[in-house]
């Protein structure tokens, strides 16, 4: 693949040369980050049960440590009412170094150590570009719970952003947060990127209209990353991936000497041997069912109609979130569209933890889901060779009423 400079001067290069690299430079992003890790701390902290977001009662404490604390009148707010906490939140999760636990009935955020230590290791030139390029290649709003206008992104509407304020050299802090989220236009700021924040957030922000601009390195970056972006999506023909970091590392290590490394990024275990108890509920019936790790999902859909005595001939999806809390959809052998397929895929190839739950969507016209949740696993070869249901409560609904 080619990955030859074509969009960095010599002024620039020289301007991304001289930019020095700390806790504070270019932004605040390695010591307000390092404030959210030292918060959540060995024992992790609560998150909230639909959103899995930082939970209400530790916000404004949190707020306090970031260097611009966001002022709110809000009694009750949510974690995206501090623009700051919540673009850090998007960087901890794509990074992988905060992971979601099932705790009896709560769920936790706590910090990967294998991750952590990693991260101890890394000079403060290292920490900042792997969080950036985490930002730009895995940053999907989705974890956030947004709905951006034009893109899914959180990068991507970063970007947006600064291409629209480099027509007229400034943007409207409020008109832009409106619709690409006051998040981004944070995280522009955390790296260095501009040198304004929002300083108030409330259910109505349009109270004053604040004139920001891109610093010369926010400038050369994103120029930069913009093109890179293209480039690789043309020459990969692949959405942005982790593969990129290599990409553009080829042009810009070169001009950051202290970066040699990068932080680590952890596979998805592959479960082969043993079993998991995977609870299964549709309206008011339960079964229980013993799954071994190497059964393809087209047997568990099977094995799954056939506890409820349902006929098998619709199409259906699993439904999950996947290590970083994105939607991750596996198809029907027939279907169209989908992140996998379940003839080509194994329950131990999915992120299984105790504690998992997802959906098991049949027949898209009557609209049957099946809630599953993984009760326990059993990593030895256990003594289960196919599916098979070890407990049964309530009657099953009818398939059809006609």
């Given amino acids: 693949m080619n990955n030859k400079n074509r969009f960095l001067s010599p002024e620039d290069a020289e301007i991304i040369k001289n930019q020095a690299f700390s806790d504070t430079l270019p932004g605040t992003l390695l010591k307000d980050f390092q404030e959210l890790l030292d918060f959540i701390g060995s024992d992790g902290i609560e998150v909230t049960k639909t959103t899995q977001h930082i939970g209400m009662k530790y916000l404004f404490e949190l707020n306090e440590r970031m260097t611009r604390p966001v002022e709110t009148e809000l009694k009750r707010p949510q974690q995206k009412a501090f623009p700051v906490i919540h673009g850090l939140y998007l960087l901890l999760r794509v990074s992988g170094l905060g992971r979601l636990v099932e705790q009896k009935s709560k769920t936790l955020i706590v910090l990967d150590q294998d991750i952590l230590t990693s991260w101890r290791s890394l000079n403060a030139a290292e920490r900042y570009f792997s969080l950036l390029f985490f930002w730009v290649s895995r940053g999907e709003e989705e974890l956030l719970g947004e709905r951006s206008v034009i893109y899914g992104s959180s990068f991507l509407n970063a970007l947006y952003i600064y291409r629209a304020a480099s027509q007229g050299g400034h943007f409207s802090l409020v008109t832009e947060s409106r619709y690409y989220g006051a998040y981004n236009i944070a995280l522009l700021a955390l790296f260095g990127f501009i040198e304004a924040v929002p300083k108030k957030s409330n259910k109505s922000v349009d109270t004053e209209n604040m004139q920001v601009g891109f610093s010369a390195f926010g400038k050369v970056m994103l120029t930069y990353l913009g093109d890179a972006v293209s480039r690789f999506m043309n020459e990969t023909g692949d959405y942005l991936s982790d593969e990129l970091y290599d990409f553009c590392a080829k042009d810009l290590k070169p001009l950051v000497p202290d970066w040699q490394n990068r932080l680590l990024i952890k596979e998805r275990e592959v479960l082969t041997e043993g079993y998991s ?126």
């Fill in 277 to 402: 108890v995977i609870a299964v509920k549709v309206r008011d019936a339960l079964r229980k069912l013993a799954v071994p790790h190497d059964t393809f999902l087209d047997n568990l859909a099977s094995s799954i109609l056939d506890a409820f005595n349902f006929d098998d001939d619709h199409l259906y999806e699993f439904v999950y979130k996947n290590e970083l809390g994105i939607n991750e959809a596996v198809m029907h052998p027939f279907g169209d569209d989908g992140d996998f397929w379940a003839d080509d895929m194994t329950l131990g190839e999915m992120p299984i933890h105790e504690g998992m739950t997802f959906v098991f969507h049949y027949d898209f016209g009557d609209d049957w889901r099946f809630q599953c949740q993984v009760e326990s696993i059993v990593k030895e070869e256990g003594k289960y060779t196919e599916p098979k249901v070890i407990e049964k409560k309530g009657r099953a609904p009818k398939q059809y009423y006609y």
